[in-house]
């Protein structure tokens, strides 16, 4: 198929499904439709339920060779909390400290398997407990919207100095953090994402 005939029909499935009364939609729909990064939340605890029902949701999460390769640090601690963030989010990485005032902190530690990722990676080139972290933490994500929990990843911090202020050992790694609490009331700006032409391909390729 050639490249403008697959643009023209995915942009053409793009409009119907665009068409559709937004009522037709699944709750997975309305909930991944609806999901935002947040970064300002409101003073208030969250309850551990919703934080263990979010670890619950990435503990379901596949992974290669069934590893399951992910680990939550779950800082609900003020004081921890903080500590953790001075250290984290320090010199080059301060424009990640926003993430200090959210209620909770979740560091997504992994411990890489030697066969699934090591060895995996040298063949393939690719590494799979990424991929797994991404997985699972997507999980963990989602399932806190659906509580009324707003999220952010975190990518921009200091992992050697967050290491060290867990007092975790050398075989964990902090792959990423997330920020979570109930968000502040905003009013949700549209998601500026490509079309579904520009990254769907049928029985073609990019080019």
Not at 7 to 35: C, H, I, W, Y
Not at 81 to 96: K, L, V
Not at 105 to 132: C, E, H, M, S, W
Request: aromatic share 10%; net charge positive.
């Amino acid at each position: 198929m050639a490249a403008t005939e697959n643009g023209a029909a995915v942009a053409e499935s793009g409009k119907d499904e665009m068409a559709r009364n937004v009522e037709n939609l699944t709750p997975f729909q309305r909930l991944v439709r609806s999901r935002r990064s947040v970064r300002r939340f409101l003073d208030r605890p969250v309850e551990r339920e919703k934080l263990l029902a979010c670890a619950e949701a990435a503990r379901l999460a596949p992974s290669a060779e069934n590893v399951e390769p992910w680990r939550f640090v779950i800082l609900d601690d003020p004081e921890l909390r903080q500590r953790f963030a001075e250290a984290a989010f320090s010199g080059i990485y301060r424009p990640t400290r926003w993430a200090a005032k959210a209620p909770v902190l979740v560091a997504i530690l992994a411990r890489p398997d030697i066969f699934a990722n090591r060895i995996g990676k040298q063949i393939q080139g690719t590494n799979y407990y990424l991929i797994d972290i991404g997985i699972a933490g997507e999980h963990f994500v989602l399932q806190a919207h659906e509580l009324g929990l707003g999220t952010c990843w975190i990518g921009w911090f200091h992992e050697k100095k967050a290491r060290k202020a867990l007092g975790l050992s050398r075989k964990y790694k902090v792959v990423s953090i997330l920020a979570v609490g109930y968000p502040e009331p905003r009013e949700p700006k549209p998601k500026k994402r490509r079309a579904l032409e520009e990254i769907v391909f049928f029985n073609d390729v990019p080019k």
